[in-house]
């Protein structure tokens, strides 16, 4: 096996997610090799709390022997079959206890390999839809700023996260975005009844746009969570899922990171948001990111109307080698035993408050520009000049950040210059204050460096009052 300095060498031959090019052969990333319960270790043996549970997914934890036996288990007994045109136990299976566990009519499940491929089939699926009921036109989607939906071709596009826009190509024709219902950006003096109004006819207008003849679908996530953890004002989903009625538009949620447990219950779209939606797309918690898996939940009324209006054509060629794989079924489904049997959707009730009350006293930090959440997502924005949107600026209070983090423990990984907290749902209430008693410290330790910085090269003061101790 190569040493830890060959493989952090080697590991510039992998491009990863959001690679910086110009980096490529000089990245030096952290390596790590061992994971149990919230915490993992890097090659040098130091210990780190995973505050994002990895990228919002193990949701259970790190190194659950049992799942990785009912990994074994199945492997042995069966790799793989295709999906076309037979099925496997685990398979069939997990999809009868997602049917169970979903909201309303919804049950009926198509397995994809990750959320991007849950979205973009969910999306195929509306389109196939309307298709199959005589109105080839009603293909626009309608999606938000901010919001993430994966990096398929159409997930991306129907991605709003605006600076990742500038070097890739997007389908602009189809797809439509709306301002995201940002609590932050309500404009001063507006009520918050008010707030929702106009974001509800932000989605009204849009429609009456593109017209309502030829939108197909409304995409949200229940809380924008790469976007920086954006909760809407209360009732924004059931008056946009209102809209989308009147327009005869399917809704689709994207519960890729709120469902399984992040807000205390197994899907959110209906227990917290008062909603059943036509679509729910999730993965990651799905399995808790042990094999990756997807899917989207649809409910039985499209299914039906699809059967009625179809007639002998309604083949909705969509899917891949590895829809309803065995090996990760039977990890979804041991994953979803622990969490009933450890009552874990619970436990993140009782925790998920506690987080976020915690994470409020950061607001006292000069840089902390907002601290907001829900349950067990919560987010820290920090701008190093309020009101200035400058990405080098951002990104580089966000690095400053990561690194005196990760000397003192913790991953936060921010998203530019937002840490988001998404941790195992099994954090206990002292893990939770270390967490955020080591952020704090790393936000501290951050702006020192900066005011260090600049009080060197300008001899002038700094642009902050000293933080609170
Ligand atoms: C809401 C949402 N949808 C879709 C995706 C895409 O999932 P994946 O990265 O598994 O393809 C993500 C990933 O972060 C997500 O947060």
């Known amino acids: 096996m190569s040493s830890a300095a060959e493989l952090k060498q080697n ?72 999906p076309w045109s037979m099925t496997t136990g685990p398979a069939a299976e997990f999809a009868a206890q997602l049917a169970e566990l979903s909201p309303g009519d919804l049950n009926h499940v198509f397995f994809a390999t990750g959320g991007s491929t849950a979205v973009d089939s969910a999306l195929r699926f509306a389109h196939f839809y309307n298709n199959m009921r005589g109105m080839p036109n009603k293909k626009h989607i309608i999606s938000q700023k901010r919001g993430y939906h994966g990096s398929t071709y159409l997930g991306g596009s129907v991605s709003g996260k605006e600076r990742d826009k500038s070097n890739l190509h997007f389908e602009t024709e189809l797809v439509h975005h709306i ?15 008010d707030f929702l109004d106009h974001c509800v006819a932000n989605l009204e207008n849009m429609i009456a746009e593109v017209g309502a003849e030829n939108c197909a679908i409304f995409v ?32 689709l949620s994207d519960e890729v990171v709120t469902a399984f447990g992040r807000l205390g219950h197994c899907f959110a779209s209906e227990d917290v948001f008062g909603i059943v939606p036509d679509i729910i797309t999730t993965a990651k918690g799905l399995t808790s990111g042990y094999i990756p898996m997807g899917a989207f939940l649809v409910s039985d009324r499209l299914i039906d109307e699809i059967k009625q209006k179809g007639g002998d054509t309604a083949v909705f060629s969509n899917g891949f080698t590895y829809s309803g794989h065995p090996v990760a079924a039977a ?101 939770i204050d270390d967490m955020v008693s080591m952020l704090r410290q790393g936000i501290l330790l951050a702006l ?22």
């Open 448 to 469: 020192e460096e900066i005011e260090n910085a600049e009080a060197t090269s300008t001899g002038a003061d700094s642009r902050h009052p000293s933080p609170a101790a």
């Open 179 to 193: 301002d995201a219902p940002h609590p932050l950006h309500k404009p001063a003096g507006i009520s918050d009844a």
């Open 11 to 82: 590991d510039n031959l992998f491009i990863h997610p959001w690679d910086d090019m110009a980096k490529i052969g000089k990245h030096e990333r952290t390596l790590l090799d061992r994971g149990e319960g919230v915490y993992v270790y890097d090659s040098d043996g130091n210990r780190l709390l995973d505050a994002p549970a990895g990228m919002w997914c193990v949701n259970v934890g790190h190194g659950r022997q049992e799942i990785a036996q009912a990994v074994y288990d199945q492997i042995m007994a069966l790799t793989y079959v295709s």
């Open 331 to 431: 990890a979804g489904i041991k994953n979803l035993e622990i969490m009933q049997r450890e009552k874990l959707f619970e436990q993140a009730r009782d925790t998920g408050p506690y987080l976020q009350q915690q994470m409020q006293t950061l607001r006292d930090i000069p840089i902390v520009r907002d601290v907001r959440g829900m349950g067990l997502m919560a987010c820290v924005e920090c701008e190093l000049i309020q009101g200035k949107d400058d990405l080098a600026m951002d990104y580089e209070i966000g690095n400053l950040i990561d690194k005196h983090c990760q000397k003192l423990g913790l991953i936060v990984r921010p998203i530019i210059n937002m840490c988001v907290m998404s941790p195992p749902l099994t954090i206990t209430r002292e893990q």
């Open 220 to 251: 949200a996530e229940p809380i924008l969570a790469s976007g920086g953890v954006i909760v809407p004002p209360a009732g924004y989903h059931q008056r946009c899922l209102e809209v989308c009625r009147n327009n005869d538009m399917l809704y």
